[in-house]
């Protein structure tokens, strides 16, 4: 039978403790970059649903995307969106609707928790599908948390698909 030998402790020898370092020598903590404002998302949003319209060279296929609190409705914002979709002569190849469980803050916060927005993402990354854009009411129904809502806007932009809302940032 074998004996397990502990490790040494290392000690520094007396004298050379180190102090801490002085408040004006310390690395200055990580800051995330600013928030943009609503007319700069707004802004950033267009640019990238122009891309996506002229890289498709035809009618774009879509996806039209509802959020709901249990016991809500979704046929009212599946409905402005439908109206969305005509004016802006979109085809409209599905409809998704995700139900949050009640006092679920995870899911209404991060929206690839969602089971129907994960399968949108699927199929906006899918380069085998036609779909490629998401309309929806409004930012809150892919996240109430505008940093997240960033991270979505800069995942639609390196996708190369569209974000259509029906209500822009700036009308929230």
Known sequence: MSTLTQAPVLVPPPGRVLPPRARALRPAPAAAPPLKDPRTLDAWRATINRTAVARSGGPLSV????????????????????????AQRLLVVDRIVDTLARDDQACADQPELRRGYARTLHLLGDPTSPVRGLVTVSQTAVSRVDRLYEAELARYAALRVALFLVRAETEI
């Open 63 to 86: 996806v039209l995307y509802a959020l709901t609190r249990p016991g809500g409705d979704p046929h009212t914002d599946l409905a402005a969106a439908q109206q969305y979709a005509d």
